[in-house]
Nanobody, 122 residues
């Protein structure tokens, strides 16, 4: 059973920083793309940032220059460094990973973490 476990959320003042982590565990053949999404109250889930195995990154325009996604392939972990946080960044942040697992054969599947709350408020 593959799990994604997130950590690092919390309450921070505007202009502050937080670092989110997401570790994948279980019987994993390989992890392809990894990413972070967020969902604010009353809004749809939206992409924040993604990173490929080779390190190619993609960011939502709203976070470019403020957020940095990175990954440690040896630890099956993806990070999101969030700087210059704004109130509009308040949301539940979800980790996502495309992982090849054994289901009787090697199969690519999409996994989500449980979510971690980020609140930006004075």
């Amino acid at each position: 059973q593959v799990q994604l476990v997130e950590s690092g959320g919390g309450l921070v003042q505007p202009g502050g920083s937080l670092r989110l982590s997401c570790a994948a565990s279980g019987i994993i053949f390989s992890i392809n793309s990894m990413g972070w999404y967020r969902q604010a109250p009353g809004k749809e889930r939206e992409l924040v940032a993604t990173i490929t195995t080779g390190g190619t990154t993609n960011y939502a325009d709203s976070v470019k220059g403020r957020f940095t996604i990175s990954r440690d392939n040896a630890k099956n972990t993806v990070y999101l460094q969030m700087n210059s946080l704004k109130s509009e960044d308040t949301a539940v942040y979800y980790c996502n990973a495309a992982i090849t697992v054994w289901t009787g054969k090697w199969t690519g599947k999409d996994y989500w973490g449980q979510g971690t709350q980020v609140t930006v408020s004075s």
